[in-house]
C-alpha cells in the first residue's frame, strides 16, 4: 500500500475523532471493522511532538546559520534528519491507520452483523402471477435475439454476453430514458472518463479494500471505473468551491467494470452478475450540513423510485444495517426489483450518503458565507443499470407466447410496443 503515502487529506477530521470516540468506536465495531483507535490517537500525539521537535531543531539551526556558528548548525542538521526519519516512519502508519477510520452512523441506521439484518421499508407495485409458464430472460432474450452468450464469452472470457438487435435497443433506451429524466430534473450531464488514476479511488473509498475488484492497467497507472461515481466525485478534487454553487448535481452515463472477484460460482447464468455493464449514476455535493444530507439522500433516492414507477417494474426498499454498509458510509439504501426467474428481489440501486468522508480524501471544499473553508459533502445513487435491470423488465413484462412488452414511456424510444422476433 505504498502508492496511498501521496495523500495528505486521507481521512476523518482527527479532532473530530478525538471528539467522538465512542461514537468512532461504535462505527468500528457495528460495521466489523477491526481498528485500534487507541493506537492511532497515540501515533497523533507522537506525530505532533516530533513535528513540534523538528520545527525547534529547524529554527535553532537557521539561527546557527545567522550566527555562523557551522558546527552547531551541521549537528543540528543530523538532527533533523535523524527525527524526520522517525516522523516519516510514524506518519506513515498512522497515515495507513486513518485510511480504515470508518466514517459515524446516522441515528436511524440499524446496528446488524450482515446484509441479512438489512430491513425491508416497503414494497411498491404488484409482482405478476403468471397463468403460463414462464420464462426466464435468458431463454426470452435468445428467443428474440437479442442476446448472445456464446459469442460473448467466445470474445471475452465467462461472465461476458452481446446484447444483440432489439437487446442492444432496449437497453439504450431504458439507459436513455433515465438520464434525461435526470436532466429535465436540473442535473449536470456529463460524460466522464472511464479510466482513472490511483487517487480517485482512493479519494472515493474504494481503496484501500477494493482492489482485487478492480482492473488495473499497470503499464499506465490507471484503472477501470467500477461506476461514474468516481470520476463524478473526483471532478472537484482539490479545489475550493464558493457556497453558492452548492449543490453540485451531476449526472453520468458510463460503462462500469469489475472483476466480482469474490463471486466465482455465484450467478453464473444470464446477465445478473456481469464484468462489464452500462450505469446512469447521480452524485450530489454539497455543504456540510446534516439536515441538507439526509433530505437530499431521500430526495436522489425518490428520483431512481420515479424512474421505475414509470417503468411499472414493482421493487422495494431497503434501509442497510451497519454490517452491510462500506467504511465510508453514514447513511444507505438499496432498491431491489422483482425477478420471476429468482423468485425474489434482485438487487438494482444501491443510494448512500457519505458526508465529509469523500470529500476530505479529495480535498474538496467550499468556502460559507463567513469566508471560511470547510470540507463539503457528497453522496451517490444509481439511477438505472444495465443489463441487470433487464432481467427485471424482460421478465415481468413477457407475453405467453414469449414475446414482450414495452413499457410505455420506452415505445417512443423503440418505435413499436412489443418485441417479437420469431414466427
Sequence with gaps: MVFYSFFNNLMLD?????????????????????LDLDLLLSLDDKRKHLQGMIDQLKFDQKKAGQERN???????????????????????????????????????VVVGKDETQNVEVRKEGSVPQFDFPFQDHVALMEKNKMLDVERGVKL????????????????QAVLQ?????????????????????????????????????AYCMERDDKWL????????????????????????????????FRREAGSYGRDTRGLYRVHQFNKVEQVVILPADEEMTYERHYRILSNSEEVLKDLEIPYRLLALCTGDMSLGKYISHDIECWMPSRDAYGETHSASSFLDFQARRLNLRYRDADGKVKTCYTMNNTVLACPRFLIALIENYQNPDGSIRIPTVLQPYMGKDVIKNFD
Design 177 to 213: 430514458y433515465a438520464f434525461q429524466k435526470m436532466v429535465k430534473k436540473g442535473f449536470t450531464p456529463m460524460n466522464v472518463p472511464y479510466m482513472v488514476d490511483t487517487s480517485c479511488l482512493v479519494g472515493t473509498g474504494y481503496f484501500p479494500g477494493g482492489e482485487e475488484d
Design 225 to 256: 471505473i467500477a461506476t461514474a461515481e468516481i470520476p463524478l466525485t473526483a471532478y472537484h478534487r482539490d479545489e475550493i468551491l464558493e457556497l453558492s454553487d452548492l449543490p453540485k448535481t451531476f449526472v453520468g452515463l458510463s460503462p462500469c
Design 70 to 108: 557551522i558546527d552547531l548548525a551541521t549537528s543540528l542538521k543530523d538532527q533533523i534528519s535523524s527525527y524526520q526519519k522517525e516522523y516519516d516512519d510514524v506518519l506513515s502508519e498512522y497515515n495507513l491507520l486513518m485510511l480504515q477510520v470508518p466514517q459515524v452512523i446516522h441515528p436511524e
Design 14 to 34: 482527527i479532532n473530530f475523532i478525538r471528539e467522538n470516540v465512542d461514537r468512532v468506536k461504535q462505527a468500528i465495531q457495528s460495521k466489523n471493522r477491526v
Design 156 to 171: 471475452s472470457g465467462a461472465r461476458s454476453y452481446v446484447l444483440t438487435g432489439d437487446g442492444a435497443l432496449l437497453e
